[in-house]
């Protein structure tokens, strides 16, 4: 009799262990990870193009890529390594290669987009983006137009000129 008893009990911690085994490794399992929203995004001085590859960025006198898929995690976080290249608008000044970090987060259609360099640990800058936005940039000039001196009000030394079909701003000091 003590025998049958034993077997009932082990019955029931089988069972017990069938029924709460999937539940505590569904509790375990990571996250479904989500990624960042396909397409343009844009904001003061920076254009960013999401693929599921990766991203291309686009800066006032500079450029960026990152590969990798672009994912978030629960708290809408993300963080991608790559490349950023100067582009100076003097063909005197050589355009640098670094290695970059691009971390932020994204929360709706908006992102937060931090970028560093990380060979020197240099930080370029915070940038706010909106979806589906892309925004009219700054370009360095590729070189110094001929003529009069700039002028001392530095708004007024801004040329609109047509590139690609697309008027650009540019720089007057890069």
């Known amino acids: 009799m003590r025998r049958i008893a034993t077997m009932k009990g082990d019955r029931f911690s089988m069972t017990a262990l069938i029924v709460l085994l999937p539940i505590a490794a569904g509790i375990c399992l990571p996250p479904t990870m989500r990624t960042i929203a396909a397409g343009p995004?844009?904001?003061p001085h920076v254009n960013l193009t999401v693929t599921p590859e990766g991203f291309t960025l686009e800066f006032?006198?500079?450029?960026?890529?990152?590969?990798?898929?672009?994912?978030?995690?629960?708290?809408?976080?993300?963080?991608?390594?790559g490349t950023y290249v100067s582009q100076p608008g003097s063909p005197s000044v050589?355009?640098?290669?670094h290695p970059a970090e691009y971390s932020g987060s994204v929360k709706g259609d908006l992102m937060t987009l931090e970028v560093k360099l990380t060979d020197s640990k240099q930080s370029i800058g915070i940038y706010k983006l909106v979806f589906g936005q892309l925004q009219r940039l700054n370009k360095c000039p590729i070189s110094r137009p001929q003529g009069p001196p700039a002028s001392k009000d530095p708004g007024k030394s801004l040329k609109l000129v047509r590139s690609s079909d697309q008027l650009v701003n540019f720089h007057p000091h890069c």
């Open 60 to 81: 006032d006198c500079a450029a960026g890529s990152a590969k990798g898929p672009p994912v978030i995690d629960r708290k809408g976080r993300f963080k991608l390594y």
């Open 94 to 97: 050589p355009r640098e290669a």
């Open 41 to 43: 995004w844009g904001g």
